[in-house]
């Protein structure tokens, strides 16, 4: 077991569409932590060129960025502001680490402790709450595509099999959050 040291670090949740990382960064940016999505990289740049926010105009937009500079595209541009939550004291929860590359680069440019968390659903259970969010639902259909296209395409599954630790996620929200409860308590992780 990894027990994080007294200085700040960061723990990086990964994991398939629809598992439950948002449920738990939300949590634990509640809790004190600095969070930073990914994802939200390319909802701002979505954004900034003045598209509608929609899977197609993120896909583009994400596949520019990673074009331009690299598969750790989103974790190169975040490293500054994560770097700066560092140097104010605080713990990180990264909501979203998807390519390997992205890992590599922050578990080496980072400076600070680097724990990935892994959160796992089984896909029919992901797939039913994608089709059920607010915010950009998904048909099971889109749902199978995205799987694949982040698999094939994003170097997902690499973060994912590197994970130091892996809550399930095949009950509540509630049941989740106490699994994470219960490991931070383990690690000795504060915000």
């Given at each position: ?142 749902a199978r595509e995205r799987d694949i296209r982040e698999i094939e ?39």
């Open positions: 077991m990894h027990n994080i040291p007294r200085q700040p670090g960061a723990l990086a949740l990964v994991g398939m569409p629809g598992s439950g990382k948002t449920v738990c960064a939300e949590h634990l940016m509640r809790r004190g932590f600095f969070s930073l999505r990914f994802g939200a990289v390319v909802v701002d740049e979505v954004l900034r060129r003045g598209l509608d926010v929609n899977p197609a105009s993120e896909r583009v937009v994400r596949e520019e960025l990673r074009a331009r500079h690299g598969m750790a595209a989103m974790a190169a541009i975040s490293l500054p502001k994560l770097k700066a939550a560092l140097a104010d004291g605080r713990n990180i929860i990264i909501d979203g680490l998807y390519s390997f590359s992205e890992y590599q680069l922050l578990d080496h440019e980072l400076g600070a402790p680097l724990l990935l968390v892994a959160v796992a659903a089984p896909r029919h259970l992901r797939y039913e709450r994608l089709s059920q969010r607010l915010i950009r639902p998904l048909s099971a259909a889109e395409y994003l170097e997902k599954g690499g973060p994912i099999a590197m994970a130091d630790y892996t809550l399930l996620n095949d009950k509540t929200p509630d049941d989740l959050l106490r699994r994470l409860e219960n490991l931070l308590g383990d690690l000795s992780f504060e915000p």
